[in-house]
């Protein structure tokens, strides 16, 4: 059996020129949702912790129904259910948009992970000190360069370990694109198990390549959260 799984090694982990490897695509849907959800949570997680309610009303409405409706729902609707309209038929960049089954995941992903990252950037926001925009006031700054440069920097920053925990979500929750037909690690892992019936070495193989995922995102959050995060750290006389 092992013999026959050497076989498909280069599903899991080859890529030529004409294929990409079921790991190539799982990373590639984990940093492109991640970087589209981070670039749209930023002014989104500001919008959110404004006290003015035409403001934040909006943004809290969209992170209430992508957090309250589960992502497998939400990917089918971008796969089939938004396509299955005629105003998409009809124009025809959304008709070749949502054809695509990359495009369809990457939104749903997209979408999903930045509802989630705005929650988490505006607690951080809501909790910054307010010592600290005093200062910032005290020198002169205006709105802009208070967010920019006092309470985002020191926002982000707090939130680093909550948001490394929901990266690491994201990654779980890429194995929903094989519904989507995206040959991911879970879709070649399917189908290597339909052509060996090795289900145990097959899954097995998945696993150890999410959990080799996991533990490096691990260690780079980690990385990141003691350099970053070293000024909350009690000082030593």
């Given at each position: 059996m ?17 294929h ?26 500001v919008a959110?912790?404004?006290?003015n309610?035409?403001?934040?009303g909006p ?13 497998y ?12 309209l005629?105003?998409?038929h ?13 495009n ?30 005093e ?13 920019t ?8 920053r ?14 779980h ?20 198990n ?16 999410y959990?080799?995922?996991?533990f490096?995102?691990v ?13 909350l ?5």
């Amino acid at each position: 059996m092992i013999e026959i799984l050497r076989q498909y090694w280069k599903n899991y982990l080859y890529t030529d020129g004409y294929h990409y490897s079921g790991l190539v695509v799982t990373l590639w849907l984990l940093v492109a949702s991640i970087v589209l959800g981070f670039c749209l949570a930023v002014p989104l997680a500001v919008a959110r912790s404004s006290s003015n309610r035409a403001i934040s009303g909006p943004v809290w409405l969209y992170t209430y129904v992508f957090r309250g409706t589960p992502l497998y729902v939400q990917l089918l609707l971008c796969y089939t259910g938004l396509y299955s309209l005629q105003f998409v038929h009809s124009h025809e960049l959304l008709d070749s948009f949502f054809r695509n089954a990359m495009n369809c995941t990457l939104l749903a992903f997209a979408l999903n992970e930045c509802a989630y990252a705005t929650e988490i950037f505006a607690g951080s926001i809501k909790a910054t000190p307010y010592g600290e925009i005093e200062a910032a006031q005290a020198f002169g700054m205006s709105r802009f360069k208070l967010y920019t440069r006092i309470i985002l920097p020191s926002a982000l920053r707090r939130a680093l370990p909550n948001y490394s925990n929901e990266v690491i979500l994201m990654l779980h929750a890429t194995t929903l694109a094989f519904t989507a037909t995206v040959p991911d690690i879970l879709k070649v892992t399917r189908d290597v198990n339909s052509a060996t019936y090795a289900s145990f070495h097959a899954y097995g193989i998945a696993a150890v390549l999410y959990a080799s995922i996991v533990f490096t995102l691990v260690w780079a959050f980690r990385r990141m959260e003691t350099r970053m995060l070293a000024f909350l750290k009690p000082q030593g006389h």
